[in-house]
Protein backbone atom coordinates (compact mmCIF):
# COMPACT_ATOMS: atom_id res chain seq x y z
CA UNK A 1 0.00 0.00 0.00
CA UNK A 2 0.99 3.46 0.00
CA UNK A 3 2.53 5.31 2.90
CA UNK A 4 4.58 8.83 3.54
CA UNK A 5 7.03 9.07 6.15
CA UNK A 6 8.29 12.30 7.39
CA UNK A 7 10.60 13.68 9.70
CA UNK A 8 9.44 13.72 13.63
CA UNK A 9 8.92 17.28 15.12
CA UNK A 10 8.41 19.38 16.41
CA UNK A 11 11.28 21.83 15.13
CA UNK A 12 12.63 24.96 15.77
CA UNK A 13 14.71 27.02 13.99
CA UNK A 14 15.48 30.92 14.61
CA UNK A 15 14.04 33.93 12.19
CA UNK A 16 16.05 33.59 8.73
CA UNK A 17 17.19 30.01 9.32
CA UNK A 18 17.45 27.42 6.22
CA UNK A 19 14.74 24.63 6.77
CA UNK A 20 14.67 21.36 5.79
CA UNK A 21 11.61 18.81 6.64
CA UNK A 22 12.46 15.56 5.05
CA UNK A 23 9.60 13.55 3.97
CA UNK A 24 9.80 9.88 2.04
CA UNK A 25 7.37 8.07 0.48
CA UNK A 26 6.47 4.56 -0.32
CA UNK A 27 3.71 3.64 -3.23
CA UNK A 28 2.61 1.61 -6.15
CA UNK A 29 2.77 3.51 -9.85
CA UNK A 30 3.30 6.99 -9.77
CA UNK A 31 1.91 9.00 -7.34
CA UNK A 32 1.24 13.13 -7.74
CA UNK A 33 2.95 14.43 -4.18
CA UNK A 34 2.16 17.01 -1.73
CA UNK A 35 3.28 19.40 0.52
CA UNK A 36 -0.37 20.75 2.40
CA UNK A 37 0.29 23.54 5.51
CA UNK A 38 -1.89 23.97 8.43
CA UNK A 39 -1.42 27.52 10.01
CA UNK A 40 -2.69 27.79 13.39
CA UNK A 41 -6.78 28.06 13.78
CA UNK A 42 -7.02 27.36 10.20
CA UNK A 43 -7.62 24.44 7.55
CA UNK A 44 -4.81 22.77 5.37
CA UNK A 45 -3.87 24.26 2.70
CA UNK A 46 -2.12 22.93 -0.27
CA UNK A 47 1.62 24.51 -0.25
CA UNK A 48 3.00 23.12 -3.27
CA UNK A 49 3.01 19.79 -5.72
CA UNK A 50 4.93 18.35 -8.39
CA UNK A 51 2.87 14.97 -10.36
CA UNK A 52 5.81 13.61 -12.08
CA UNK A 53 9.94 12.89 -11.16
CA UNK A 54 12.12 15.63 -11.41
CA UNK A 55 9.36 18.11 -11.06
CA UNK A 56 10.16 21.10 -8.52
CA UNK A 57 6.76 22.87 -6.92
CA UNK A 58 7.23 26.41 -5.30
CA UNK A 59 5.65 28.49 -3.62
CA UNK A 60 5.72 31.15 -0.94
CA UNK A 61 9.64 30.88 -0.98
CA UNK A 62 9.58 26.81 -0.27
CA UNK A 63 10.16 24.31 -2.59
CA UNK A 64 10.38 20.61 -3.14
CA UNK A 65 11.68 18.21 -5.90
CA UNK A 66 10.16 15.09 -6.59
CA UNK A 67 13.19 12.36 -6.67
CA UNK A 68 11.96 9.31 -7.65
CA UNK A 69 15.27 7.27 -7.27
CA UNK A 70 15.33 8.64 -3.75
CA UNK A 71 11.58 7.96 -3.28
CA UNK A 72 11.71 11.74 -1.57
CA UNK A 73 9.99 15.23 -1.89
CA UNK A 74 11.84 16.98 0.94
CA UNK A 75 10.36 20.50 1.86
CA UNK A 76 13.23 23.13 1.61
CA UNK A 77 13.04 27.37 2.76
CA UNK A 78 16.22 29.09 2.31
CA UNK A 79 15.41 31.77 5.33
CA UNK A 80 12.08 30.96 7.16
CA UNK A 81 10.28 33.51 8.91
CA UNK A 82 7.91 33.58 12.14
CA UNK A 83 5.22 33.39 10.08
CA UNK A 84 6.06 30.21 8.50
CA UNK A 85 5.20 28.58 12.17
CA UNK A 86 2.66 25.43 11.21
CA UNK A 87 2.42 22.03 10.57
CA UNK A 88 3.10 20.78 7.43
CA UNK A 89 2.35 17.90 5.91
CA UNK A 90 3.40 15.48 3.06
CA UNK A 91 1.18 13.64 0.94
CA UNK A 92 0.59 11.43 -2.18
CA UNK A 93 -2.16 10.57 -4.62
CA UNK A 94 -1.91 7.39 -6.84
CA UNK A 95 -4.79 6.87 -8.89
CA UNK A 96 -7.55 6.90 -6.91
CA UNK A 97 -8.95 9.79 -5.08
CA UNK A 98 -7.53 9.71 -1.66
CA UNK A 99 -4.47 11.34 -0.12
CA UNK A 100 -2.24 9.34 1.94
CA UNK A 101 -0.70 12.06 4.32
CA UNK A 102 2.25 12.07 6.27
CA UNK A 103 1.66 12.50 10.39
CA UNK A 104 2.76 16.43 10.01
CA UNK A 105 5.93 17.92 11.17
CA UNK A 106 5.19 20.86 13.73
CA UNK A 107 7.48 23.75 12.85
CA UNK A 108 8.11 27.12 15.38
CA UNK A 109 10.09 29.78 14.04
CA UNK A 110 11.68 32.16 16.49
CA UNK A 111 12.08 35.92 16.46
CA UNK B 1 -16.08 33.37 -2.81
CA UNK B 2 -16.97 30.80 0.73
CA UNK B 3 -14.25 27.99 1.06
CA UNK B 4 -15.44 24.39 2.76
CA UNK B 5 -17.35 24.61 5.62
CA UNK B 6 -18.28 22.00 8.53
CA UNK B 7 -20.00 21.95 11.83
CA UNK B 8 -20.35 22.00 14.34
CA UNK B 9 -16.61 22.97 15.05
CA UNK B 10 -16.69 21.12 18.24
CA UNK B 11 -18.91 18.43 19.61
CA UNK B 12 -18.63 16.90 23.08
CA UNK B 13 -20.85 13.66 23.45
CA UNK B 14 -21.11 10.56 25.83
CA UNK B 15 -20.13 6.89 24.53
CA UNK B 16 -22.52 5.15 23.14
CA UNK B 17 -24.39 8.29 21.68
CA UNK B 18 -24.95 9.08 17.95
CA UNK B 19 -23.16 12.21 16.47
CA UNK B 20 -23.73 13.38 12.88
CA UNK B 21 -20.79 16.12 11.16
CA UNK B 22 -21.83 18.31 7.78
CA UNK B 23 -20.11 19.51 5.44
CA UNK B 24 -20.42 22.25 2.82
CA UNK B 25 -18.24 22.08 -0.41
CA UNK B 26 -17.15 24.58 -2.14
CA UNK B 27 -19.83 25.49 -5.06
CA UNK B 28 -19.18 23.63 -8.10
CA UNK B 29 -17.15 21.00 -6.50
CA UNK B 30 -18.67 17.85 -7.34
CA UNK B 31 -15.88 15.43 -5.42
CA UNK B 32 -16.21 15.58 -1.57
CA UNK B 33 -13.80 13.73 0.49
CA UNK B 34 -13.98 13.05 4.53
CA UNK B 35 -10.71 12.36 6.79
CA UNK B 36 -10.16 11.66 10.18
CA UNK B 37 -6.84 12.84 12.34
CA UNK B 38 -6.29 11.75 15.54
CA UNK B 39 -4.08 13.25 17.92
CA UNK B 40 -0.80 13.14 17.01
CA UNK B 41 -1.33 11.32 13.52
CA UNK B 42 -1.59 12.18 9.86
CA UNK B 43 -4.90 12.37 8.18
CA UNK B 44 -7.07 9.24 7.49
CA UNK B 45 -9.08 8.74 4.24
CA UNK B 46 -12.53 7.92 5.04
CA UNK B 47 -14.46 8.27 1.98
CA UNK B 48 -14.64 9.82 -1.07
CA UNK B 49 -18.04 11.25 -3.18
CA UNK B 50 -18.66 12.39 -6.45
CA UNK B 51 -22.00 14.33 -6.90
CA UNK B 52 -24.14 12.10 -4.82
CA UNK B 53 -22.60 8.47 -4.97
CA UNK B 54 -19.52 7.22 -3.35
CA UNK B 55 -17.00 5.37 -5.30
CA UNK B 56 -14.66 4.75 -2.69
CA UNK B 57 -15.88 4.21 1.04
CA UNK B 58 -12.62 1.71 1.61
CA UNK B 59 -11.39 4.00 4.57
CA UNK B 60 -14.40 3.65 7.28
CA UNK B 61 -13.34 2.03 9.73
CA UNK B 62 -16.10 0.44 11.46
CA UNK B 63 -19.70 -0.44 10.17
CA UNK B 64 -21.17 2.34 12.83
CA UNK B 65 -19.63 5.27 10.70
CA UNK B 66 -21.71 5.90 7.63
CA UNK B 67 -22.05 8.96 5.20
CA UNK B 68 -24.12 10.84 2.63
CA UNK B 69 -24.43 13.57 0.45
CA UNK B 70 -26.95 15.09 -1.20
CA UNK B 71 -26.84 16.03 -4.88
CA UNK B 72 -23.95 17.95 -5.17
CA UNK B 73 -23.75 19.63 -2.23
CA UNK B 74 -23.69 18.93 1.74
CA UNK B 75 -22.33 16.04 3.26
CA UNK B 76 -23.09 14.25 6.38
CA UNK B 77 -20.60 12.17 8.49
CA UNK B 78 -22.83 10.22 10.73
CA UNK B 79 -21.26 8.02 13.66
CA UNK B 80 -23.36 5.76 15.17
CA UNK B 81 -22.53 4.40 18.95
CA UNK B 82 -19.66 6.17 19.60
CA UNK B 83 -16.36 4.64 21.20
CA UNK B 84 -13.76 6.74 22.63
CA UNK B 85 -11.35 5.85 19.75
CA UNK B 86 -13.30 7.84 17.67
CA UNK B 87 -12.19 10.86 19.06
CA UNK B 88 -10.74 13.19 16.18
CA UNK B 89 -10.75 16.01 14.56
CA UNK B 90 -13.13 15.16 11.08
CA UNK B 91 -11.93 17.09 8.04
CA UNK B 92 -14.11 17.76 5.01
CA UNK B 93 -12.35 18.55 1.74
CA UNK B 94 -13.85 19.08 -1.89
CA UNK B 95 -12.42 19.50 -5.53
CA UNK B 96 -13.26 19.94 -8.95
CA UNK B 97 -14.25 16.66 -10.84
CA UNK B 98 -11.11 17.18 -12.97
CA UNK B 99 -8.80 17.92 -10.59
CA UNK B 100 -8.90 15.88 -7.78
CA UNK B 101 -5.17 16.46 -7.04
CA UNK B 102 -5.65 19.94 -5.41
CA UNK B 103 -8.19 19.40 -2.41
CA UNK B 104 -9.60 21.91 -0.55
CA UNK B 105 -9.83 21.64 3.01
CA UNK B 106 -12.56 22.69 5.68
CA UNK B 107 -11.78 23.59 8.83
CA UNK B 108 -12.94 20.46 10.98
CA UNK B 109 -14.82 19.36 13.40
CA UNK B 110 -13.07 18.41 16.59
CA UNK B 111 -15.12 15.41 18.18
CA UNK B 112 -14.67 14.50 22.04
CA UNK B 113 -16.12 10.85 23.26
CA UNK B 114 -16.12 11.04 26.68
Known amino acids: GNSVTQMEGPVTLSEEAFLTINCTYT??????LFWYVQYPGEGLQLLLK?????DKGSNKGFEATYRKETTSFHLEKGSVQVSDSAVYFC??????????FGEGTQLTVNP | GAGVSQSPSNKVTEKGKDVELRCDPI?????LYWYRQRLGQGLEFLIY????????KSGLPSDRFSAERTGESVSTLTIQRTQQEDSAVYLC????????????FGPGTRLLVL
Open chain 2, 93 to 104: ASSLRYRRETQY
Open chain 1, 27 to 32: ATGYPS
Open chain 1, 50 to 54: ATKAD
Open chain 1, 91 to 100: ALRTSGSRLT
Open chain 2, 27 to 31: SGHTA
Open chain 2, 49 to 56: FQGNSAPD
